[in-house]
DNA sequence: ACATTTGTTAACCAACTGGTTAAACTTTTT
DNA sequence: AAAAAGTTTAACCAGTTGGTTAACAAATGT
C-alpha cells in the first residue's frame, strides 16, 4: 500500500466533504459533487466513508473539534472572569473570521437532528459548565460582579460572539453593509462584545 | 367555483408547505410530503404554486411578514430605549416560544440563498434602522446612556434575544437542560435579558 | 516470482424527485 | 341545459441520487 497516497485520498475527500456540507448542509451536498470536488471517482467516497451519512459525521465532528477548544478558552482557564471574557471574544470572532461556514454548519446541522448532539457529548473534551459556574459564583461573593445566573451569562456571551455570523446576511440586509462593511463591523466587534459584557456585570 | 373551499385547499398547502419546510429546510422538504400533510394530490401544488421554488418563496415570505412586525416593535415607536428594550424582549421571546421553528428557518434560508434577501428588501415595511439610529444618539447627547453604536447596540439586542432559539440543542447540551429546563431558562430571559442591555448601556 | 491485499475506475441500478398530462369531476356562466 | 372555466385525480416521465459491482491496477508479503 501507498502509505503517503492513502492518507492523501482519504483526506482529500475530507477536505472536499467539508467545503460541501459546510456551503449546503446534509441535504443539498451531493456525492459527485464531494467527488468532483475531491477529483477522484464517487466510488471511492463509499470504500473510505461507507455512505453518505457517515461522511457526513466525520466532517461534523471534525468541525465540532475545532470549535470545543474555543469554548473551553473561557470555560476552564484559571483567569478572572474579565479576562476570559476578553480572550474568548477576541479569539472567538478572529477565529470565526477564519472559518465563517463553521457556526451555520453546526447549527444548521444540531437542529435538523437534535439526537446528533447525544453522539458528540460522549467524546472526552465535550466542554463543560461547571469550573465557570464556580467562578461566577466566586466573583459575585468576592463583589466583583453583580449577580447573575452563571449559565444566563453564557449563553449571553454565547450570542454576542456567535450570532453575528450566523445573522450575516440579516445583518447585511438590517444595516445596509456590503461585504467590506460587514467585515469592519465584526472586525470592531472583537473588542467592544467584551466591552459591552463587562459593563453589564462589573460592580465599580 | 366553490368560493370557500377554494380558499381552504390553497390554505391547506400553504399551511402544510410551512410545516414541512420549517422543519427541513427546502432541500430536505418534499413535495409529496407536503402533499401527504395537506391531504391533496401533489399535482395541486403545482396548480396553486407552480412549483417547489415558488411554494417556497410564499412560505418564506409570509414567514418573514411574522418577523418584521417584531422586529418594528424596536426600531419605530416613540418610546425612551429602555422601555424599548424591555418591551421587544418580552414580546419578541414570548413570540418566538409560540414560533419556534421560525427563527432557524429564516437564518438557514437567508444563508442558504444570500441573494434571496433582496427580494425581502424590495416589500415595504422591510425594518429599517433609521429611527433607532437617531433615538441612540439623542439619548447618548442627553447623557442618559454611554456611547455606543447604535448597529452595535441593535445587533447584540437581537443576538441575545434570538441565539437562544437558534442554539437550542447546542444550550441544552453544554448545560445539560431537558426541554422542561430549557423552557424556564427561556422564560427568565424575557426580563432578564432586557436587564443585562439596560445595565450595560444606562448612565447613573 | 507470485499470490494476496489494497486502491481505483467505469458502468450500472433501483429508488426517488419534481414536474407533466390527459381525463374526470365540479362549479359558474350564458 | 349545455358550454365554459376551474378543480382534482391517477398515471406517467425524465432526470437525479446514493449506492453497488465487477474488473483492473498497484503495492505488499512471502
New binding site residues.
Given amino acids: ?3 503517503e ?2 492518507a ?3 483526506q482529500q475527500i475530507l477536505d472536499a466533504a467539508k467545503d460541501v456540507f459546510q456551503s449546503k448542509g446534509m ?1 443539498g ?7 468532483d470536488k475531491a ?17 457526513f459525521e466525520a466532517v461534523f465532528k471534525n468541525a465540532f473539534s475545532l470549535l470545543a477548544p474555543q469554548l473551553n478558552i473561557i470555560l476552564n482557564d484559571d483567569s478572572s472572569l474579565e479576562h476570559k471574557i476578553k480572550n474568548f471574544t477576541f479569539n472567538y470572532t478572529d477565529f470565526m473570521i477564519k472559518h465563517p461556514y463553521l457556526p451555520n454548519f453546526i447549527i444548521q446541522e444540531l437542529n435538523r437532528n437534535e439526537d446528533f448532539v447525544l453522539k458528540l457529548k460522549q467524546n472526552t473534551g465535550f466542554p463543560n459548565l461547571e469550573k465557570f459556574k464556580l467562578k461566577v459564583d466566586a466573583e459575585i461573593n468576592e463583589g466583583l460582579i453583580s449577580p447573575i445566573d452563571a449559565e444566563q451569562l453564557f449563553v449571553n456571551i454565547l450570542a454576542l460572539n456567535i450570532f453575528p455570523f450566523l445573522g450575516k446576511p440579516l445583518i447585511k440586509a438590517l444595516a445596509n453593509k456590503d461585504e467590506k462593511t460587514y467585515k469592519e463591523f465584526i472586525e470592531r466587534r472583537k473588542t467592544e462584545v467584551a466591552d459591552f459584557i463587562i459593563n453589564s456585570i462589573k460592580l465599580p
Same sequence: chains 1, 2.
Wanted: cysteine-free.
Fill in positions: 500500500m501507498k502509505k497516497k492513502e492523501t485520498t482519504e441535504d451536498a451531493r456525492m459527485q459533487e464531494i467527488a477529483g477522484i471517482n464517487k466510488a471511492m467516497l463509499h470504500y473510505y466513508y461507507r455512505n453518505k451519512q457517515l461522511l
